[in-house]
């Protein structure tokens, strides 16, 4: 039974396992299912094993057990839409004037009112030539607007649905918010990176050793010896090299903070600096690249077992990395490229990671700009994302 | 097992909506642990409880810690006192007896009680992740090895297992797999009027109102890292009803936001609140 909405699940990129699905024959075959609502609950719980699914779950159940959605839940649905495209349009106007066909040119004497009537009209061709189109919006992934991942309403909330049929409860959509594109949060961050952990025995000895106990114990001739060890503590010693110059790293301000705040909050020795699209001389200790200056060859004198992470989009004019006097800053001193400083430190290291907001999704950094390629030869790149930030805390933890 | 084949239905502190009741019901049926999702101070924990007195079974909870190996959940073999026994043998215990030195951790007391009990496994995702795969097959079989003894530890009754993260991120695949999971979603200000009702039965309508409205327009502030949750305005409220100089007129008013350290936690977004605009009418 139901096989179907188990396929288009499925479709839907939903990971349900088969023997999920025959549990749920099992409990229909126990009676346990009083009628559509409770399916839509027992279903849910019994296949959809992440919140971030439910709200794929609600549009698929809503689909099937309701056919097509009715046009009043539609339009509600294109008005959060609009809400959104037009924060990412305030953002971004380019990107949105290339994805609707308008010439860039024009977009500034559009009213925001204008602007959404154009784009509603769009939208309308778009769910008449293709059947099911309110997929365009609501697949999120391919839409303009469902890339930003950002909810000008804010976390709407769920809760009970009393006394309303299932269809209308999966219409709702109340699960929305969790869906996957959502930005990182401190806690996602630490999630991400909780595996970073250098532990290592220190302090007081006070966990027994049992194994070395009985053998002293003989040793002793019978006579009780109790060996300590001591614990393991994680002693793991990160630095931390960000990129807070210029324009280029602007709208990442926020990304980079929340694992600014992590990394002080998470790791106990912990070395911050600063620095302006590439490294030169010195990096700086303070934020204003003003007051601490910090020179690079110092770093030759820090333990090489600490954790070097990069945050930076890696993205300079080709002179800024590899002429000898390429820096930007007319009164920087400086003696070699760029990239022979970035290379004195990815030798000095052992363990180290990049991370490039710039690219969202891309595992490889074989394109790109110039500079990035070439940075990437010298630094695993790693994008500013959860996923991104998992990859990374294995890599650096990695034997060799 | 027909006899307990008892409905939960909540009990007179804990609200609970119809479609996690159905939700617990269904795992109760199935005998398959149920993985509770949700952000914190949403009652994850609460609801094992709850489970267990609504069914009156009794219940034992793992609360599990960041250090915590799986083998410390289900049974500990002590070394030292047997060593210490067989140095001095006063102790009255048969030092060739391993049995004698093995002790139940919180699954094995689970699995060896002799009535069916609740068994809460308490925020997993503290432990690593090898924490939820050496749990798999023990949740799954409801059996493990004792390696020192060679036997099988069985379950005689198959506990109602509840298992609670707060994490984030996804726990393991194949830990998913074998549990039914539902993720207690924030509750809408009606059901949180429930709730409140049945924690304060004497609460005033006003006084209920103002805070419930003043907590969501709080909570849906933005840039608040850690949002106050049910737990919070419980506690808020109990804060409230025994100051005697409180105001409900000047809470109404947004005049006044008194104790709200009790519903943020972190200093900015302390501050924020604050200088939040809420006045209620």
Not at chain 1, 223 to 247: A, Q, S
Not at chain 1, 294 to 310: H, Y
Request: proline share 5%; charged share 30%.
């Amino acid at each position: 039974m139901f096989v179907e909405f188990f396929y288009d699940l499925r479709k839907a990129g939903m990971p349900i396992s088969p023997t999920a699905f025959l549990r749920l024959q099992k409990v229909l075959y126990m009676g346990l299912v009083g009628g559509l609502d409770d399916f839509y609950v027992v279903a849910r719980t019994l296949m959809v094993k992440s919140e971030r699914y439910f709200d794929v779950y609600d549009r698929v159940f809503a689909k099937y057990f309701h056919g097509l959605e009715r046009e009043d839940e539609f339009e509600k649905e294109l008005e959060a839409t609009l809400r959104a495209l037009l924060e990412e349009w305030l953002r971004d106007p380019k990107e949105i004037a290339e994805m609707l066909g308008i010439d860039p040119d024009s977009l500034p004497k559009l009213s925001p009112e204008e602007l959404v009537r154009y784009f509603l009209e769009r939208l309308r061709e778009q769910t008449e030539r293709h059947d099911g189109g309110n997929r365009w919006i609501g697949t999120g992934g391919t839409s303009p607007v469902g890339h930003s991942g950002f909810h000008p309403g804010g976390m709407r909330v769920g809760g009970g649905s009393g006394g309303k049929s299932a269809v209308k409860v999966a219409l709702e959509r109340r699960y929305r918010d969790y869906t996957q594109d959502s930005r990182l949060t401190m806690s996602q961050v630490g999630e991400a990176l909780r595996r970073l952990k250098h532990l290592v025995p220190v302090g007081p000895r006070d966990q027994v050793n049992v194994k070395e106990t009985i053998r002293e114990t003989v040793k002793n001739a019978g006579e009780i010896e109790i060996v300590f060890d001591p614990r393991l503590r994680d002693r793991l010693k990160v630095i931390l090299l960000i990129d807070n110059g210029g324009w280029s790293m602007d709208p990442y301000v926020e990304v980079v903070q929340t694992l600014f705040n992590y990394a002080r909050a998470q790791f106990k020795d912990l070395k911050i600096f600063f620095y302006h699209n590439c490294i030169y001389e010195r990096v700086w200790e303070d934020p204003q690249r003003l007051y601490k200056p910090f020179p690079v060859v110092e770093f030759s004198r820090m333990d090489p077992e600490s954790r070097l992470i990069f945050v930076g989009d890696a993205a300079m004019a080709p002179e800024e990395l590899e002429h000898p006097r390429g820096c930007i800053y007319y009164n920087e001193r400086q003696t070699k490229p760029g990239i022979d400083q970035l290379r004195f430190l990815a030798h000095s290291f052992r363990h180290s990671a990049w991370f490039n907001p710039m690219v969202r999704y891309a595992p490889d950094f074989s394109y790109g700009p110039y500079t990035t390629q070439r940075i990437a030869t010298l630094f695993r790149m790693f994008a500013l994302s959860l996923e991104g930030l998992e990859r990374a805390g294995t890599h650096l933890l990695s034997k060799n | 097992m027909r006899e307990t084949r008892r409905e939960f239905t909540g009990t007179s502190t804990y609200v609970v909506d119809p479609e996690l009741a159905k939700i617990v019901n269904v795992s109760i049926a199935l005998e398959m642990p149920l993985l509770l999702k949700g952000e914190p101070g949403t009652g994850k924990t609460l609801l094992a409880y709850a489970v267990a007195e609504n069914l009156g079974l009794p219940l034992i909870v793992l609360n599990v810690k960041s250090s915590m190996k799986a083998i410390e959940a289900l049974y500990q073999y002590d070394t030292l006192t047997r060593l210490n026994d067989s140095r001095f043998g006063d102790s009255g215990r048969d030092v060739s007896n391993i049995r004698n030195y093995i002790r139940m951790g919180k699954i094995g007391q689970a699995f060896t009680s002799d009535f069916r009990v609740v068994l809460l496994i308490d925020e997993i995702d503290k432990a690593d992740s090898d924490f939820q795969d050496d749990l798999l097959d023990v949740l799954d079989q409801m059996s493990f090895d004792l390696i020192e003894i060679d036997e099988t530890i069985r379950a005689k009754n198959r506990p109602v297992v509840i298992v609670t993260s707060n994490a984030k991120k996804d726990l393991s695949d194949p830990f998913l797999g074998r549990c039914n999971f539902h993720h207690i979603a924030f509750p809408s200000p009606e059901f949180m009027r429930r709730i409140v009702e049945a924690h304060f039965p004497e609460v005033e309508n006003r006084v209920a109102d103002a805070c419930i409205e003043t907590f969501y327009r709080l909570r849906s502030l933005s840039h608040i890292e850690k949002k106050p949750a049910t737990r919070e305005l419980i506690n808020w409220i109990r804060a409230l009803r025994l100051d005697p100089t409180f105001q409900v007129r000047l809470l109404e008013r947004g005049k006044e936001l008194p104790f709200l350290g009790i519903l943020f936690k972190k200093s900015a977004d302390y501050l924020q609140a604050q200088q939040a605009p809420v006045a209620v009418r």
